[in-house]
């Protein structure tokens, strides 16, 4: 283990951080947004959009990350004409992957709430929108948090895959480093690290999140 190259390569390292930071994180919002809508839509049978939602989830959940960025980088443009750059692939991408997770994970959330909440609001006079936002979906991501912080995890992780299109994150940064300076164990160790730096706190948060909502929900 060289110490003078790994400190050498960590301004590498950190601009590459920052781009599986920003790839990541952007990708998560997109995936957040989109679960939440799919996950409605397969809660309420909203006719025919149901079943193009479950054919997205079944899709998107049994087929690699690293497939669906080869369609949308390089079959879409072929296609359909349509051209993205190397970010936006990867963000779309990591969103559309996530959304399918994360609709999976707030319909469980929606569905593990009982159904005497739904009834109790609308016999009160509410809406089925408002009893949906204002009681059932707050209660539902106390149910939801564990399986949400291990889709964002997950999800952070799969940045690695970016690599392929030739996104400048962590793993291409290493594999750049063990093809130019062939230092296979500094640059490995250095992914570990920084992958760490990322994803300990979200771990950590979420099972903070997790024991606190856990412990509100019996009155404690």
């Known amino acids: 283990m060289n110490w003078d190259v790994i ?3 960590l301004p590498l390292y950190k601009d590459g951080l ?24 397969v809660h309420f049978k909203v006719p025919v959009l149901k079943t193009i939602a479950k054919i997205y989830i079944e899709i998107l959940r049994n087929t690699p990350l690293l497939i669906q960025l080869f369609f949308i980088y390089y079959g879409i443009p072929k296609l359909f004409g349509i051209v993205t750059d190397e970010l936006t692939c990867g963000i779309v991408g990591l969103g559309l992957l996530g959304g399918a997770y994360m609709a999976e994970t707030f319909r469980s959330g ?9 009834e109790s609001a609308l016999s009160l006079g509410m809406t089925r929108r408002q009893a949906m936002f204002h009681i ?8 939801s948090v564990p399986a949400f912080v291990a889709n964002l995890i997950f999800l952070l992780k799969e940045t690695s895959v970016f690599s392929c299109i030739s ?3 962590l793993m291409f940064t290493a594999k750049d480093r063990i093809a130019v300076s062939s230092t296979t ?11 760490l730096i990322v ?3 979200v771990s950590i948060i979420g099972s903070v ?5 856990r412990y509100a929900s019996f009155g404690n």
């Open 185 to 195: 164990v500094e640059s490995l160790f250095l992914v570990v690290v920084f992958y």
């Open 110 to 118: 929606i569905e593990a709430v009982d159904t005497i909440q739904m």
């Open 167 to 169: 996104i400048l994150e």
């Open 209 to 213: 999140v997790e024991r606190r909502l």
């Open 199 to 201: 994803l300990l706190p």
């Open 7 to 9: 400190v050498s390569y």
């Open 18 to 41: 920052l781009i599986t930071l920003y790839t990541g994180w952007f990708g998560i919002l997109i995936s957040i947004v989109l679960g939440l809508v799919t996950a409605l839509i």
């Open 136 to 143: 059932i979906l707050p209660q539902a991501v106390t149910y």
